[in-house]
């Protein structure tokens, strides 16, 4: 799997995503690149892109899950990196008690935390 092979196929993510919850390419088309708009429909925009690969359980991040996703999808070169930005930033899902704006912060430190291995729909 390529960088680009990864992003065409979470590309079906954002078309699902993005209409459930009202937001625009505007809104949420440059998040790889490190664009985190804080709204709450963005917010849970990027909730739904988790809940929909299935790597969230009872309400939360699963990292297992995750790690066995990234392991599928990810090309081999970005695996690990990946894996440790998740694992570094998992934590701050416990800060907050709404699931959407958990998953903003969460996902914004994993840009933070590795910009250059970062894939997002």
Do not use: W
């Not at 992003?7 to 937001?23: D, I, T, W, Y």
């Amino acid at each position: 799997m390529t960088r680009s092979r990864l992003k065409s196929n979470l590309g079906a993510l954002k078309r699902e995503c993005m209409p459930r919850h009202h937001v625009t390419e505007d809104e949420v088309g440059r998040i790889e690149q490190g664009k985190f708009i804080e709204d709450h429909r963005v917010m849970c925009y990027i909730a739904c892109v988790y809940r929909t690969v299935l790597v969230v359980r009872d309400g939360r991040l699963d990292r297992r899950m995750i790690n066995s996703e990234v392991d599928l999808l990810f090309p081999r070169n970005m695996r690990t990196a990946v894996k440790n930005a998740v694992a570094d930033c998992a934590y701050l899902q416990d800060e907050y008690d709404d699931f959407c704006e958990a998953m903003f912060y969460v996902t914004k430190c994993i840009y933070e935390t590795d910009p250059d291995n970062f894939v997002f729909p």
